[in-house]
């Protein structure tokens, strides 16, 4: 399969992704029931991204050509693909990129995770038999001659010392953090929540830190996620929601909350389900200091010198995780 063939191939795989074919809206009711954080809109929400911002011709065909990807490959590697769970085909764009380069991709899927890509990747053998050979989901990856792989800091160890040796991409935790000023517009406000809860605030895209200045007046912010208060509903939220206030009120500490989630001052990036965590500064440069510091831990800087509110659930292409570029990654190993 040539290069214009597999750019042609992803091309009618983001059309099926925004169809209404039975066949599709069956796996994605089954994704949900088998895990209840994949609620039909935030699978939605992954889908019509994937098939918009990655999934389109062109933006296959410029990705391809600025990182010298070659019609044909002569000699494809085994990549070994260990994917994450925590949002609906979370780990699409490392296969993505696999495929675009030639490469054939040995896939782990999570148990969390393996209805939605497993059905897609029938529905690619389907559409073109030698799909058998460049997508197999499997459950050990030996024959892989390169990894990519992503997963806690605990894990990460694991994937050190079974892929070490060979060429690898191995991720750890990361968040995303947002830097305010007060100064901010409604507008603003209320496309940060996009960043605060889309998909329950379970992605390393997910803002789980905000740096503010003293003096914040939180009572704007607090009003601005009404969209997803339908989110309160969902009892996994609500029982991990619950719990954290809770110790809260236990050990008497001050909390501000919107019923979807609970601000607290505490200096960690990484917040629990159903929490915010707040960071205060006496002036702006200190927060953009304070988040250098912590650079290997930041997926994202959002607002004050950093990326547009609401754009951190929509990277495109050449976006990638922890910044590195897996697509150069790919080339390199046929080089």
């Known amino acids: 399969m040539n290069l214009n063939e597999r750019i042609e191939l992803a091309g009618r795989l983001g059309n099926y992704l925004l169809s209404d074919e039975p066949a599709w809206i069956q796996a994605k009711e089954m994704a949900f029931r088998s895990n209840p954080w994949f609620i039909p809109p935030f699978i939605d929400q992954a889908t019509q991204q994937l098939s918009t911002a990655f999934l389109n011709p062109q933006k296959l065909s410029d990705w391809a050509t600025g990182a010298g990807i070659p019609e044909n490959l002569a000699a494809p590697k085994k990549v070994g693909l260990v994917l994450a769970s925590n949002l609906p085909l979370v780990g699409f764009h490392d296969w993505l990129a696999v495929f675009i380069s030639g490469n054939h991709a040995l896939i782990k899927l ?127 939220l609500k029982n991990n929601y619950d719990y954290q206030l809770a110790l809260r009120i236990l050990n008497k500490e001050y909390y501000m909350s919107n019923g979807i989630a609970l601000f ?72």
């Open 264 to 335: 607290v001052e505490q200096p960690s990036l990484y917040a629990p389900i159903g929490v915010v965590h707040i960071h205060y500064y006496d002036q702006p440069e200190e927060a953009i200091e304070w988040s250098e510091r912590h650079l290997e831990q930041i997926q994202c800087r959002v607002g004050w010198n950093g990326i547009p509110f609401g754009t951190t659930q929509t990277p495109t292409l050449d976006q990638y995780a922890d910044g590195i570029d897996t697509l150069s990654f790919l080339r390199e190993l046929n080089s």
């Open 110 to 236: 999570s148990a969390q995770d393996s209805i939605l890509f497993e059905h897609l990747a029938a529905k690619l053998i389907e559409w073109d038999p030698r799909m058998a050979n460049q997508l197999q989901i499997a459950e050990r990856l030996n024959q892989a001659e390169a990894f990519i792989a992503t997963g806690s800091d605990n894990t990460a160890r694991y994937f050190e010392y079974y892929f070490g040796r060979s060429p690898h991409i191995i991720r750890k935790n990361r968040t995303s953090v947002a830097i305010l000023t007060g100064r901010e517009s409604e507008a603003e406000l209320i496309a940060l929540s996009d960043d605060l809860y889309s998909y329950f605030g379970r992605g390393c895209r997910n803002v789980t830190q905000l740096c503010v200045p003293r003096g914040y007046d939180f009572k704007p912010l607090l009003g601005s996620g009404d969209a997803y208060q339908f989110l309160t509903e969902h009892h996994k």
